[in-house]
C-alpha cells in the first residue's frame, strides 16, 4: 500500500528507465544529479520554445481531431501520476489521444522513453475525461515537425503500470534497485562514486 500523496512525473520514469538507482539516489537519499542546474536551464528554454510551437499550432491540418486542448494538467491518484501534456486531442472517432513535441530529429525508431511517456499520458487523458485513449502523436520539431503515431496495446499499459510499481517501491518501501544492465552508462554517472 502507498500513500496517494506519492506521485510521480513522467521525466521520473524516464531517470528510472536509465537506471533504477537514480531514483533512490534521488528520492531516497535526496541527492540530486550535479546537472540539474544545467538541466533545469536547458528545461526552461524547452518550455519556451514549446509554448511557441504549440501557440502556433502547427499541426491542425496534419491530425485529424475535432478539438485540442494545450499545456493541459493532470493528476491521477490512482496510478500516482501526474504531468503536463503538450495537447490533449479529441479525435474524430471519439477517442482521445495525448500529442507530445519532441525537441529532437526522429531516428528511425521509436525509443522506449517516448513510448512509455505517451502511454502514461494516456493514461491520465483517460482517466481524467473518462474517454478511450488507443493511440498518442509524437512530433519531432527538429525533423520538420514530422508527426508519428504511437498505438497503444494492452502490454504498453501493463508495461507503464509495472514501471510506476517498481518505482512506487523505491520510494516508498526505500527499496534499493539493481543496477542498470547497460553498464557504459555508469562510465560518466555522477553517482558512480556512492553506487556500490
Ligand atoms: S553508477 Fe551506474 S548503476 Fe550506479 S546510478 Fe550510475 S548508472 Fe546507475
Wanted: with cysteine; hydrophobic share 30%; net charge positive.
Amino acid at each position: 500500500m502507498f500513500e496517494n500523496a506519492i506521485s510521480i512525473t513522467p521525466s521520473e520514469v524516464i531517470e528510472y528507465l536509465f537506471c533504477p538507482r537514480f531514483t533512490y539516489f534521488m528520492n531516497c537519499l535526496d541527492i540530486p544529479q550535479h546537472e540539474e542546474k544545467r538541466y533545469k536551464v536547458l528545461k526552461g528554454r524547452e518550455l519556451h520554445e514549446r509554448r511557441a510551437v504549440i501557440n502556433k499550432g502547427y499541426l491542425r491540418k496534419k491530425i485529424d481531431c475535432t478539438n485540442k486542448e494545450s499545456l493541459v494538467y493532470l493528476n491521477s491518484d490512482n496510478h500516482h501520476i501526474r504531468g503536463i501534456i503538450d495537447e490533449v486531442l479529441y479525435l474524430v472517432d471519439g477517442t482521445m489521444a495525448p500529442l507530445d513535441y519532441k525537441f529532437a530529429e526522429y531516428k528511425e525508431y521509436l525509443y522506449r522513453t517516448h513510448r512509455i511517456q505517451s502511454v502514461l499520458y494516456g493514461i491520465l487523458i483517460r482517466e481524467n475525461y473518462q474517454r478511450e485513449v488507443k493511440k498518442g502523436y509524437l512530433c519531432y520539431i527538429r525533423s520538420n515537425y514530422l508527426v508519428k503515431e504511437v498505438q497503444f496495446e494492452q502490454k504498453n499499459f501493463d508495461e507503464a503500470y509495472q514501471t510506476i510499481n517498481e518505482i512506487l517501491k523505491i520510494i516508498g518501501d526505500g527499496y534499493y534497485p539493481k543496477k542498470t544492465g547497460y553498464r557504459v552508462r555508469c562510465i560518466d554517472c555522477c553517482y558512480k562514486n556512492i553506487c556500490v
